[in-house]
């Protein structure tokens, strides 16, 4: 088994699972995006006489330090009199030739985006390039009065003030001068994620498409990540930002308007989270204007909203006009008599491509991706949408640029690009005035909820999905392991790894922009490219969490994973995610799964680790209406006995006898499915979903039910009543208990064992899935 292992692990392509370390290995994947199909060398040349190309090459490369100089100091805030001698910032022949390369492949993009739909330099040349971009230009308002209102997003590229765009212009020159990674991220509901569409045609994933090799070629890291969750808001999310969603954001979406538009202590939620909780303080790009209006002008803030650029588009009037329409733009506005040649040509998308290395399908594929329906928009709504987003970076690229080059000597200020004080400020202002009691704390303190959540920065670990960094934000990461030595986990191998093959099906004609190509030219690729695909270790957090205090509190052997997704599944481009034997959809590609940790009664004891804990708070979220079909194989109290159905866990993970990690094989004929249509079930119409539980007929709480709970070892319980009193429903499917709330909990920072079971009921009543803990 071991020399399998090693052979396994030297070939990259693999997916492996050691089962006698009770892990799971899967790709972490590269952000690094090239051209798709790659260009011939005819199409190369053509493209290059065209469009020009990144001609930059560092005479010096080999003179340069090695270490990254600018991590150690906070938030990479290195003053310009520590550079060492011979570092790129301070070289004054690099600076002059690589920022007029950066000042021309900005450009470039630019004109890429403009030509592609029908706005290019040469298709209007007697208008000047203000004219040409206006459907995707900010519209800069003057003071708070000003701000746009109105439903809907705006017909242009968006709106934002002065100052809050002078804020992003910090953010991408510090990323610029210290070759940072830039961070995209969006909060959404199943439109924003895509669905309908693949998700790498999903407007975050084309960003990522278009901005990570202008990003790259300028020293920088761009990171986009798709963090949309079909049927779901953000609450859930945003009370763990800095854990679920990354604590180095520099710009940050939030697009859930169907799920959640009218919930404003969610959206506050979201906003205070990503503002205080993460090393950086994010540009928000998206949300409620009287919520961001109210953090300008107390916190300074900075906001904009992004448009949908619709100005700029030809409505189509019958199918041969739309023939001489951009491709891009082509059916994207219609009229009454149209409107069915645009629903015609809405989606653009496919299930599967036939390959030459082997790799089949086990399950037929569909013929397209599950929810095409009318309020999910199609494939070219979300590519302009990451045009508009784009274009705003790109133009905040251009001035950066433009500032360095003018600077005398060409040498920058420290606070022209410093952001550590800058965020500071903002981070304490958040917390104090106006800002200490807003509709997140009115909601919170109406619901008897901790108010604390709203102002302190929260951990979590959660199995909901995708997420950041899911190797290290897994709930069964931190549980104690069992008498088996082992803890729930989901080990269930892709059908097949590493990039898919070209898909001739959503492949830009011949003769259109392929902006990608075009900001890709010249560009180098790293040699070590293909170690960007490292392998990580998913829920195990390298130590066994063996149990320190009394044994009377013995982690259970019943609690199971349910409804999870294999892989890697971290919203980006590159990521390999629900590549299941039974995915129906393979090429798909969504990630979204409503995954958590499902136990009842004869569970036992779920124990878990809270690191750094110094607030005195603890919380979960809970889905209180799950069914004991999920877990029906135990039937005593931690399955000490015979289980009466096939042993599940030795067939489909095979990682111990009394222990189990549920899958889609073992959920493939319950409502709880989570390969419907290519996607997660719950991604199903709400309607149909609803009906599905209905007809599950889920248990209601027995009279002798008990929520018992455990802090360092005392025991607190919840009866019946106290229970339903105590687990609030902030959201349709979001349920949030609250089981320490004590700022004098403790003097300092610890460790705590947090522990849960259910009582008093058999296995055919009340059944729980736990997908967050929370704690401060």
């Known amino acids: 088994q071991q020399q399998q292992q090693q052979q396994q692990s030297n070939e990259p392509n693999k997916t492996y699972i050691d089962y006698s370390s009770n892990e799971a290995f899967y790709h972490k994947p590269s952000l690094i995006i090239k051209p798709d199909p790659p260009l011939t060398p005819q199409r190369l040349n053509s493209l290059i006489q065209q469009w020009g190309k990144w001609d930059f090459q560092d005479s010096k490369a080999s003179e340069r330090p090695k270490e990254d100089y600018c991590d150690k100091f906070t938030n990479k805030d290195i003053p310009r009199n520590q550079f060492p001698a011979n570092a790129w910032q301070t070289d004054k022949d690099y600076l002059t030739k690589w920022l007029d390369q950066g000042l021309e492949l900005v450009k470039r993009a630019q004109e890429a985006i403009l030509t592609e739909y029908g706005k290019g330099q040469k298709q209007m040349p007697d208008q000047t390039f203000e004219q040409r971009s206006q459907m995707f230009q900010l519209q800069i308002v003057k003071d708070f009065d000003s701000y746009p209102g109105g439903r809907g997003l705006p017909q242009n590229g968006g709106w934002s003030d002065q100052t809050s765009i002078q804020g992003l212009n910090r953010r991408v020159l510090h990323a610029l001068m210290t070759n940072d990674q830039f961070h995209v991220v969006m909060g959404g509901h199943s439109a924003a994620a895509g669905h309908g569409n693949l998700f790498k045609q999903s407007y975050m994933m084309q960003l990522q498409k278009i901005m990570e090799p202008v990003f790259a070629n300028l020293g920088m890291t761009f990171k986009a990540q798709n963090f949309g969750r079909g049927g779901l808001g953000t609450l859930q999310s945003s009370i763990g930002m800095k854990d679920e969603y ?8 939030w697009d859930s308007g169907m799920t959640e538009g009218r919930d404003l202590r969610a959206l506050d939620m979201f906003h205070r989270q990503s503002i205080i ?5 994010p540009f928000l790009f998206g949300g409620n204007r009287e919520i961001m209006m109210n953090y300008r002008k107390n916190a300074g803030v900075d906001i904009g909203q992004y448009g ?9 009037t019958d199918d041969i006009q739309a023939d001489t329409i951009p491709w891009a733009a082509r059916y994207m506005k219609c009229n009454a008599e149209t409107n069915s040649l645009c629903r015609e040509h809405k989606f653009l998308a496919n299930c599967w491509v036939d390959r030459t290395d082997g790799v089949q399908p086990k399950t037929r594929q569909a013929e397209k991706p599950g929810s095409q329906v009318s309020w999910h928009p199609g494939f070219r709504w979300h590519q302009i949408i990451s045009r508009v987003i784009g274009f705003t970076l790109l133009t905040s690229l251009k001035t950066v640029i433009t500032q360095w080059k003018e600077a005398p000597n060409l040498e920058l200020p420290d606070d022209a690009w410093h952001v550590t004080s800058y965020y500071q400020q903002i981070q304490q202002k958040m917390l104090q005035g106006e800002l200490a009691n807003t509709q997140c704390h009115e909601q919170f303190k109406k619901e008897g909820l901790t108010t604390r959540m709203c102002d302190t920065p929260m951990n979590t670990r959660t199995e909901i999905l995708p997420r950041n ?13 069992n008498e088996k030595g082992l803890r729930p986990y989901l080990s269930e191998p892709l059908l097949y790894t590493g990039p898919d093959v070209h898909n001739p099906f959503t492949e830009i004609p011949q003769d259109e922009v392929d902006v990608t190509a075009i900001v890709s030219l010249g560009r180098n690729y790293p040699e070590d490219e293909e170690n960007n695909r490292r392998l990580t270790t998913m829920m195990m957090m390298g130590k066994d969490n063996r149990r320190e205090l009394q044994e009377t509190i013995t982690p259970g052997l019943g609690w199971m994973l349910g409804s999870s997704q294999p892989g890697y599944c971290d919203g980006t481009y590159n990521a390999e995610c629900s590549r299941t034997p039974d995915n129906n959809c393979l090429l798909s590609g969504h990630m979204d799964s409503r995954a958590g940790l499902v136990f009842n009664s004869l569970s036992g004891w779920g124990v878990f680790n809270l690191e750094n804990l110094k607030h005195g708070i603890i919380a979960a979220k809970f889905e209180t ?9 135990w039937i005593a109290k931690n399955g000490k006995r015979e289980r009466r159905r096939r042993n599940l866990l030795r067939n489909n993970n095979n990682i111990g006898e009394n222990t189990t990690a549920l899958t889609s094989t073992t959920l493939q004929d319950s409502p709880f499915s989570p390969h419907l249509s290519g996607i997660s079930a719950y991604d199903l119409a709400e309607e149909q979903y609803e009906r599905s539980l209905k007809k599950a007929q889920i248990p209601d709480y027995c009279d002798e039910f008990k929520l018992e709970f455990s802090i360092d070892g005392k025991i607190s319980t919840w009866d019946k009543t106290e229970t339903i009193k105590n687990i609030k429903p902030l959201q349709r499917v979001v349920e949030i208990g609250v089981f320490l709330d004590d700022p004098n909990f403790t003097d300092k920072p610890k460790t705590v064992e947090f522990g849960l079971r259910m009582t008093g009921c058999t296995s055919s009543s009340k059944t729980y899935q736990m997908s967050h803990l929370y704690w401060a």
């Open 277 to 281: 909780s993460g090393r950086k303080v």
């Open 469 to 481: 960094n899911p190797d290290q934000t897994s709930l069964a990461g931190i549980m104690k392991i």
């Open 308 to 316: 949908e650029a619709l100005m700029g588009i030809t409505e189509v």
């Open 246 to 253: 990354g604590d180095d954001i520099d710009v940050i979406l």
């Open 625 to 633: 209406w799950h069914h004991p079909d999920e877990i029906k194989d």
